[in-house]
C-alpha cells in the first residue's frame, strides 16, 4: 500500500489509541520537501517526515540531514515514536529525584518503546533495523582499551589527530615516515620521552609535540598520533594502498572551530552514506547518529550497546569512542603514551 498523508495519520491514531502514552498531536510534522525544515519542525528541531509521491517517507532532522528513507508504514511509525519517546524520556529523567537524563534517558526510551510494541522495544535495543541482533556486551573496563583518551582528544592533548590503519603486514614505521617522521629517528626506536629531553629540559613541550609523530600498533591496527603533517607528504589512500593499508579511521579534534571530524574508509572508498564531513557532536545519547540502515549502522548498533552497558559514562565522546572499540577493536596503548615509552619522531629534517 503507497504511503499517503491520510494512511499515515490514521495509523498513527489507531496506535495511539493503544497506547497511554501517545496522542494524534505527538505525530511528527508531515511536509513534501526537506525545504520545509524550519516551517514545519520549527526552531525547537525534531524529526520532519518528508512525504514523497510514490509513498517514500524520508525522515529528516535538519533541512540538510536525512536519516533514513522507506516505503514501510510499520518503519514510519516507529521512526516516529523513537522520536517521540527520546523527548519524553528527556522530559522525565530530567526531573526524576536522584536520577539525572544521562543515566535514565536510553533505558527510558526502551522501555517506552516496549510498552508501545514490544518488538519496537528490541528495535531500539539492537539500535539497528529489522532482524539486527542485539550487540553482545563488551565484557570489559569501557574506559580500558580506547575510551580513556577521549575526555583530554576533546581538548588537543595529547594530539589533535588520532589516525588508525589495518591491512595485512603494514607497518607503522613505513606509515609514519609516509606521512612524514623522520626515517632515522623512526628506525632508531626513538621515544617520546627521548625527544622531550633533547636539547636539555628548556626544550620547549609544545614545540616538542607540535613537530611530534607519535605511533606503534595496537590490536590489528597500527596508529599515527599528530597535530600537523609537514608540508609535501603523501599520506593520501594511494600511497597508504602501497604500503598495504586497506582501512584507515582517522579523528581529528578542533576545539577552536568546535569540529570533531570522524573519517573512515575502506579500499579507497569513503564509509559516510554521502554525507560528507562526519561530525562527532552530531551524536546525542539515545539518538542513532548515522543513516538508518547505511554503511555507518554498525556504529548506531554499538553506540546503542555501550549507552545500555555502560550509563556511568557521563561524556559522549567517551561513549563514541567505546562505540569504536567494541565496533572496529581500535586500541591505544595508555601507559605507554602517558609516560612517553611510546616510540615518536619529530619531522624529517627537510621539513622542519
Given at each position: 500500500?503507497?504511503?499517503?498523508?491520510?494512511?499515515l495519520?490514521?495509523?498513527?491514531h489507531q496506535?495511539?489509541g493503544?497506547s497511554?502514552?501517545?496522542?494524534?498531536?505527538m505525530?511528527?510534522?508531515?511536509g513534501?520537501?526537506?525545504?520545509?525544515?524550519?516551517?514545519?519542525?520549527?526552531?525547537?528541531?525534531?524529526l520532519?517526515l518528508?512525504?514523497?509521491?510514490?509513498?517514500?517517507?524520508?525522515?529528516?532532522?535538519?533541512r540538510?540531514?536525512?536519516?533514513?528513507?522507506?516505503?514501510?508504514?510499520?518503519?514510519?511509525?516507529?521512526?516516529?515514536?523513537?522520536?517521540v519517546v527520546?523527548?519524553?524520556?528527556e522530559?522525565?529523567?530530567?526531573?526524576s529525584?536522584?536520577?539525572?537524563?544521562?543515566?535514565?534517558?536510553?533505558?527510558?526510551?526502551?522501555?517506552?518503546?516496549?510498552e508501545?510494541?514490544?518488538?519496537w522495544?528490541?528495535r531500539?535495543?539492537s539500535?539497528?533495523?529489522?532482524?539486527?541482533?542485539?550487540?553482545?556486551?563488551?565484557?570489559h573496563?569501557?574506559?580500558?582499551?580506547?575510551?580513556w583518551?577521549a575526555g583530554t582528544w576533546h581538548?588537543?592533548?595529547?594530539?589533535?589527530?588520532?589516525?588508525?590503519?589495518?591491512?595485512?603486514?603494514?607497518?607503522?614505521?613505513?606509515?609514519?615516515?609516509?606521512h612524514?617522521?623522520?626515517?632515522?629517528q623512526?628506525?632508531?626506536?626513538?621515544?617520546?620521552s627521548?625527544?622531550?629531553?633533547?636539547?636539555?629540559?628548556?626544550?620547549?613541550?609544545?614545540?616538542t609535540?607540535?613537530?611530534?609523530?607519535?605511533f606503534?600498533?595496537?590490536?590489528d591496527?597500527a596508529f599515527?598520533m599528530y597535530h600537523e603533517t609537514?608540508?609535501g607528504?603523501r599520506g593520501?589512500?594511494?600511497?597508504?594502498?602501497?604500503?598495504g593499508?586497506?582501512?584507515t579511521?582517522?579523528?581529528?579534534?578542533?576545539?577552536?572551530r568546535g569540529?570533531?571530524?570522524?573519517?573512515?574508509?575502506?579500499?579507497?572508498?569513503?564509509?559516510?552514506d554521502?554525507?560528507g564531513?562526519?561530525?562527532?557532536i552530531?551524536?546525542?545519547r539515545?539518538?542513532?547518529p548515522?543513516y538508518?540502515?547505511?554503511?555507518?549502522d554498525f556504529?548506531n548498533?554499538?553506540?546503542?550497546?555501550a549507552?545500555l552497558?555502560?550509563?556511568?559514562l557521563?561524556?559522549?565522546?567517551?561513549?563514541?569512542?567505546?562505540?569504536?572499540?567494541?565496533?572496529?577493536?581500535?586500541?591505544?596503548p595508555?601507559?605507554?603514551?602517558?609516560?612517553g615509552t611510546?616510540?615518536a619522531?619529530?619531522w624529517a629534517?627537510?621539513?622542519?
Amino acid at each position: 500500500m503507497r504511503i499517503t498523508e491520510h494512511a499515515l495519520k490514521q495509523a498513527w491514531h489507531q496506535m495511539a489509541g493503544r497506547s497511554d502514552l501517545l496522542d494524534d498531536a505527538m505525530l511528527p510534522p508531515i511536509g513534501t520537501s526537506p525545504d520545509q525544515y524550519e516551517q514545519r519542525a520549527g526552531l525547537t528541531g525534531g524529526l520532519l517526515l518528508v512525504l514523497e509521491d510514490d509513498g517514500t517517507v524520508r525522515g529528516n532532522l535538519s533541512r540538510y540531514r536525512e536519516v533514513f528513507a522507506t516505503q514501510d508504514l510499520d518503519q514510519v511509525l516507529y521512526f516516529a515514536a523513537e522520536e517521540v519517546v527520546h523527548r519524553l524520556a528527556e522530559h522525565i529523567a530530567a526531573r526524576s529525584l536522584g536520577h539525572g537524563p544521562v543515566t535514565n534517558v536510553v533505558t527510558g526510551q526502551a522501555e517506552m518503546l516496549h510498552e508501545i510494541n514490544p518488538a519496537w522495544g528490541r528495535r531500539f535495543r539492537s539500535g539497528g533495523m529489522d532482524g539486527t541482533e542485539t550487540a553482545q556486551p563488551c565484557g570489559h573496563d569501557p574506559l580500558e582499551r580506547f575510551a580513556w583518551i577521549a575526555g583530554t582528544w576533546h581538548e588537543q592533548d595529547p594530539y589533535t589527530h588520532l589516525a588508525f590503519f589495518r591491512g595485512d603486514g603494514i607497518s607503522a614505521e613505513q606509515i609514519a615516515v609516509l606521512h612524514g617522521a623522520d626515517p632515522e629517528q623512526t628506525a632508531t626506536g626513538t621515544r617520546l620521552s627521548d625527544l622531550r629531553s633533547m636539547d636539555g629540559t628548556a626544550r620547549d613541550y609544545w614545540e616538542t609535540v607540535w613537530k611530534t609523530f607519535c605511533f606503534g600498533q595496537a590490536g590489528d591496527w597500527a596508529f599515527l598520533m599528530y597535530h600537523e603533517t609537514p608540508p609535501g607528504t603523501r599520506g593520501d589512500s594511494t600511497a597508504l594502498s602501497r604500503l598495504g593499508v586497506t582501512e584507515t579511521v582517522r579523528l581529528g579534534a578542533f576545539p577552536a572551530r568546535g569540529m570533531y571530524t570522524f573519517d573512515h574508509t575502506r579500499d579507497g572508498h569513503r564509509i559516510d552514506d554521502d554525507w560528507g564531513t562526519l561530525e562527532l557532536i552530531g551524536y546525542k545519547r539515545g539518538r542513532a547518529p548515522y543513516y538508518r540502515g547505511g554503511q555507518l549502522d554498525f556504529l548506531n548498533q554499538a553506540l546503542r550497546r555501550a549507552e545500555l552497558d555502560h550509563p556511568e559514562l557521563t561524556g559522549e565522546f567517551e561513549l563514541y569512542f567505546h562505540a569504536l572499540d567494541t565496533a572496529l577493536g581500535l586500541q591505544l596503548p595508555r601507559q605507554d603514551i602517558q609516560e612517553g615509552t611510546v616510540r615518536a619522531a619529530q619531522w624529517a629534517h627537510g621539513n622542519h
